[in-house]
């Protein structure tokens, strides 16, 4: 109760992060940029597979913390495309919302 899953899309990345907003903290974070996704992210065919794969990351990282119902923050990016399937693969690795 109270974490927000925010997205920043750029040209060539998209990341995430969930934040507590009670305590105005990031809790759990993945982007395209993580050297521990890399190898994933390399095989992937285009930028919206390698968005599913950011959402995939971030809902395992967010059970490890025991988080499975977060609000989502698209910041202001229209919901399709990358934004989407980075909620996608979110949801398809476990978060609720």
Do not use: M
């Not at 940029?33 to 992937?44: P, Y």
């Not at 989502?72 to 693969?89: E, H, I, T, Y």
């Amino acid at each position: 109760d109270g974490f927000r899953l925010c997205v920043y899309r750029s040209n060539r990345h998209i990341e995430a992060q969930i934040i507590n907003d009670r305590e105005g903290k990031t809790v759990v974070s993945a982007s395209s940029n993580n050297q521990s996704l890399r190898k994933n992210i390399e095989s992937a065919e285009s930028k919206i597979k390698c968005a599913e794969i950011v959402g995939k990351a971030l809902a395992e990282r967010a059970k490890e913390s025991e988080i499975t119902r977060v609000v989502f923050d698209r910041n202001g990016f229209p919901f399709r495309g990358r934004v989407k399937s980075l909620a996608d693969g979110a949801r398809e690795g476990g978060l609720v919302f």
